[in-house]
């Protein structure tokens, strides 16, 4: 159904009130508007016709009482105005029953016309339930005041009052003034101390968003350096791929990230090369230089002419990786000096003519550990001069003088015979088991 455009919506209060007039004409209007021929619109009409009677009567009640109003308002107006006049002409000629008569007609009619404004202003202003608690306040108050007129307590109050010694009472009140002023300064002291351990919570949470940050970071790091390590040396068939320069580069990403990044990432790094046989000396074409497929799926080992992709000589001399998981890693030939593995997994690791004088082994897991090739009992440590003979194991060895073995876990009893014959009095002393019946091969 369309609107007309001036049209107001239906059911909208504009309508309604544009339409109350159409029902307020008189008898003879409505009459008019309906047909005489039907009975119900006859109703209708009716209807209408006793509803605007009703309502011009309740206008002319309206204004017939707002001018009923408006003739006491005025006269008391007016006897007000005369009232004031009294008071001023009882004060000219001195007359004081004038003047009081003048002031107290003033005073009750200015009262009467004020009231029914102080009415509105009050119903206006506080509701039923407020002037309600009002009154009962006040209630309460004036019996308080009443009990204690009628039993006599203030009498008693004043009595003790009167008693008391307020010198003495002075001295009291400097007392707990005093007493007062420490309790304020204990509080102080204690706001102090809450500041101080909330602000300590805070930098022990911003330094463990820091720590998380910089674990976020790292990983992202050592990402970045697997993606780039394997673009290096893998050509586009997925071969090992390792020139001279880009071997001496991956040494150099090596090195560069072993230097910045924790014992943890440390571990990552080191079990991502040794198990992707970077760390491995692998047998090479002699021409090429290439390394050669062993025929089972992976690339031939050449312990003695063989070459490292990743050689990591020093990069971790002196290094910190203890309580780190570095289990079947390939750490052969490498200078581990001065390095910390205590606590660490070094479950089938390699360290054959490793360099671990001086490192610390405590508490570090050693099942299966490789520290020599051959037997036992013709097992040297590495030289500088000598070749290694990986078949009776001379000169394969690892270097362990100094190192310190205290309460090391699953040592085999080759690995204790080869520690106490070439550990020296020093590293002797750490072996768990002792080195009784076992000769000092080192000398020293």
């Known amino acids: 159904m369309s609107l007309e455009p001036d049209s107001p919506p239906p059911n909208s209060p504009t309508s309604d009130v544009e339409s109350q007039p159409e029902v307020l004409p008189d008898r003879t209007q409505n009459t008019e508007l309906a047909p005489k021929g039907s009975l119900s619109q006859q109703a209708l009409a009716a209807l209408a016709s006793m509803q605007s ?3 011009q009567a309740t206008i002319d009640r309206l204004a017939t009482a707002q001018q009923g109003n408006q003739i006491p308002d005025l006269r008391a107006t007016g006897i007000t105005l005369v ?3 009294v008071i001023v002409f009882g004060l000219a000629l001195g007359n004081e029953l004038l003047a009081w008569f003048g002031v107290v007609l003033t005073l009750l009619l200015s009262l009467a016309m004020l009231l029914p404004w102080l009415q509105a202003a009050i119903r206006e202003l506080f509701s039923a339930q407020e002037r309600s608690l009002f009154v009962a306040i006040v209630g309460v108050v004036a019996a308080l005041i009443g009990i204690v007129e009628l039993t006599g307590l203030n009498r008693r109050l004043l009595f003790w009052g009167s008693q008391i010694n307020w010198e003495a009472f002075g001295t009291l009140a400097e007392w707990v003034g005093a007493l007062g002023q420490i309790l304020i ?6 706001v102090a101390w809450r500041q101080y351990v909330i602000s300590k919570d805070l930098t022990i949470q911003q330094n463990l968003l820091t720590v998380q940050q910089n674990l976020i970071t790292q990983q992202q790091t050592i990402d970045s350096y697997f993606q780039g390590i394997s673009d290096l040396v893998l050509d586009d ?15 150099g990403r090596t090195a560069a990230i072993l230097s910045s990044v924790d014992r943890d990432g440390k571990a990552k790094i ?3 090369l040794s198990s992707s046989k970077l760390l491995t000396p692998l047998k090479r074409d002699s021409r090429l230089g290439r390394a050669i497929l062993n025929g089972d799926g992976g690339y031939a080992e050449d312990r003695v002419f063989g070459v490292r992709v990743i050689d990591l000589g020093v990069m971790l001399a002196g290094a910190d990786l203890s309580g780190t998981d570095l289990r079947w890693t390939d750490l052969s030939e490498a200078n581990l000096i001065r390095v910390n593995l205590s606590g660490c997994d070094l479950v089938r690791a390699n360290f054959a003519r490793t360099i671990l004088a001086e490192a610390k082994f405590v508490s570090a897991d050693l099942k299966g550990t490789l520290l020599f090739y051959g037997s036992v009992e013709t097992a040297s440590p590495r030289s500088r001069t000598e070749p290694p003979n990986y078949r009776t194991g001379e000169y394969t060895g690892a270097v362990i003088e100094n190192a310190d073995f205290t309460n090391v876990q699953r040592m085999s009893e080759s690995t204790r015979y080869y520690c106490c014959a070439w550990g020296g009095e020093k590293t002797r002393a750490t072996i768990p088991g002792g080195c009784s019946g076992i000769p000092n091969k080192l000398g020293r």
């Not at 300064?185 to 204690?190: K, T, Y």
């Not at 068939?237 to 040494?251: H, K």
């Open 185 to 190: 300064a204990v509080l102080a002291v204690f």
């Open 237 to 251: 068939e997925g071969l090992l791929e390792d020139w001279p320069q880009e071997r001496a580069l991956a040494e």
């Open 53 to 55: 009677s009703q309502h």
């Open 270 to 272: 080191l079990r991502f």
């Open 83 to 85: 009232a004031i006049a």
